[in-house]
């Protein structure tokens, strides 16, 4: 399962973004694939379209939101 392990590393884009490392093959990054959505393990080659490829920006999920408008559903069935 370590193949599917990443370090959370500031990322190539600046301090704002994260790269993922991978654990077992270090120098190797989650990158979006040039030209497409796809998400591809590859090799840091120190270009800039790689550095633009293998940062991501980290946002807030939507756990919380999910939680509570669950919580209203399953009340709103329970009493009316």
């Given at each position: ?19 993922l ?50 919580l ?9």
């Amino acid at each position: 399962l370590t193949d599917a392990k990443f370090n959370e590393k500031t990322g190539f884009a600046g301090s704002d973004t994260v790269s993922l490392e991978s654990v077992s093959k270090p120098g190797w990054y989650l990158c979006r694939k040039s030209g497409s959505s796809e998400i591809i393990l590859a090799q840091n080659d120190n270009s800039e379209q790689f550095r633009k490829n293998a940062s991501f920006i980290k946002t807030k999920g939507l756990s919380k939101i999910l939680k509570d408008l669950f919580l209203f559903t399953l009340l709103f069935f329970f009493f009316f």
